[in-house]
């Protein structure tokens, strides 16, 4: 292969890194924002978030649409084709995060200021914190090809797991304490449930930057701390007791 392909090739992945990093950045202010507009009552904000998804989702299909042509033309071995998987994958999470986003600000607008107390979204502000932590600091680890960076951040995904478990039943208290919070409550916990998938495609990412850089993908399965599902929902009596 002539010294030119050679850096036609490198420049092209470059190029699909660097749209992976612009993604990454994108993602991150969606994430921000909405849980912002959440928590302050924002509605142009909450807006402006769903406005922008769109474009996180064209910026996903263009640099899939770039990868797929580049495996056709230069038909990659070892690590450049993994570096092209990598960027179809990643993207592929963080097209995700946006949508999750977008999700959170749509319950913003649907929540609408109704709010019996500004205490509630605390903990919501909380678990989007160490999510949107995990989202940057793997993005990182991409750019440096660190393993050990992300290896960290997949075992810290069970922070997430047990940080959204102690809301949701936090939340559910609220709920079986005043009926008037049943409503805002029900909205934040499908908000705590977006941010906890969130961490999921934070650590989804951490296991493709394992492939990248390894050639080998993660065999032993991921431990989650997400106990919901098994939680208890008691309203108490029926009205026929």
Known sequence: MSEHIVKSFDEELQEL???IAEMGGLAESLVDDSVTALARNNGELAQEVIRTDIRLDQMQ??????AIIMLARRQPMALDLRQAVAVLRISGDLE?????????????????????SKSLTHGVEHIA???????????DAYAARDIAASAQIRARDQEVDALYTSLFRELLTYMMEDPRNISQCTHLLFCAKNIER?????????????????????????????LTSTTSMDFGPAAND
Do not use: C, P, W
């Open 17 to 19: 890194a660097a749209g």
């Open 61 to 66: 299909r263009d640099l899939e649409e770039k």
């Open 96 to 116: 995700r995060v946006g949508d999750l986003a977008k999700n959170i600000a749509k319950r913003a607008l649907a929540i609408d200021g109704q709010f019996n």
């Open 129 to 139: 914190e160490l999510a949107m932590t995990q989202l940057k600091a793997v993005l």
């Open 198 to 226: 969130i961490g999921d495609h934070a650590t989804n990412i951490a296991e493709t930057i394992h492939y990248l850089v390894t050639g080998e993908q993660l065999s032993d399965e991921r431990v989650k701390d997400d």
